[in-house]
């Protein structure tokens, strides 16, 4: 059996007395996207932020291709993990040009090629000496998505990374992405609250509900047999 690139087990976070996230438990196949997908509110970001490691766990272990490196008494810091991030507000830095910008990616270390070959990838090499402000937001997630796979992580967490993206650019920066991902090989958790999204983007979907997943399978099972009536009607009025 294939081990899960990413497997998170049994967490639990707390805030003042609230169970946020609530026993979570999902994985992450290797060159797979799994899709967080939950209403506003139900602990999406909570649980990306524990397994990137900006926040912590009441308990429960996360574990990277079989290795841990979080429960609640050994702990492998943020850079440690080989996780990218890509969140909506993860702006550019506004000084750095994009190449420059590809370049903090990878961490100090300085390659040249590398910042190249990825701004071909996400077409955005005759960019390489402009600044962000002279971008439109799509070619700016661009060379976020760029930096992010810079120092080439083995995950690369999302949160609501095209919610700020107008609707007729969103789909093919969605579909773009996906294709970069998977042909760096990178295994993905998408967390969104769009169904729709998810339903086009996911291998596997994680649904989740006050702070709990109440049900995983594929797209195709959880849009055809939603555990209930709950999750029926919250896939109810996509279009
Ligand atoms: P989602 O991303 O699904 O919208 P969040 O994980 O951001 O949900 O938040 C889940 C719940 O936890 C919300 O009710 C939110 O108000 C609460 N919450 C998140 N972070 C904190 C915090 N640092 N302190 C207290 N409550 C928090
Ligand atoms: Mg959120």
């Not at 690139?5 to 996207?33: C, E, I, N, W």
């Not at 070959?117 to 799509?138: E, F, I, N, T, W």
């Not at 849009?223 to 009025?237: I, M, T």
């Amino acid at each position: 059996m294939t081990l899960p690139r990413l497997a998170v087990r049994h967490l639990v976070k707390t805030f003042a007395g609230r169970r946020v996230v609530d026993d979570v438990s999902l994985t992450v196949m290797p060159g797979q996207v799994t899709c967080l997908l939950g209403p506003s509110g139900c602990g999406k970001s909570t649980t990306l932020r524990i397994i990137a490691g900006v926040d912590m766990q009441d308990s429960g272990t996360i574990h990277v291709d079989g290795q841990l490196i979080c429960d609640t008494v050994d702990r492998v810091p943020p850079e440690g993990r080989s996780i990218g991030l890509m969140f909506q507000d993860f702006a550019l830095f506004p000084h750095l040009t994009v190449a420059q910008n590809v370049g903090f990616g990878l961490r100090g270390r300085r390659d040249d090629g590398r910042v190249t070959a990825l701004l071909q990838k996400v077409g955005m090499l005759r960019y390489l000496h402009d600044y962000p402000h002279q971008l439109s937001g799509g070619e700016q997630q661009r060379v976020a998505l760029a930096r992010a796979l810079a120092p080439q992580p083995r995950i690369m967490l999302m949160d609501e990374p095209f919610s700020g993206l107008d609707d007729r650019l969103r789909d093919d920066i969605r579909d773009e992405t996906l294709e970069i991902l998977k042909s760096e090989g990178t295994a993905v958790l998408l967390v969104t609250h769009e169904p729709n999204e998810a339903l086009r983007m996911a291998d596997e979907i994680a649904l989740m509900r006050d702070g709990r997943v109440v049900q995983r399978g594929s797209p195709y099972n959880i849009y055809n047999a939603p555990k209930d009536l709950q999750a029926a009607g919250f896939f109810s009025d996509i279009n």
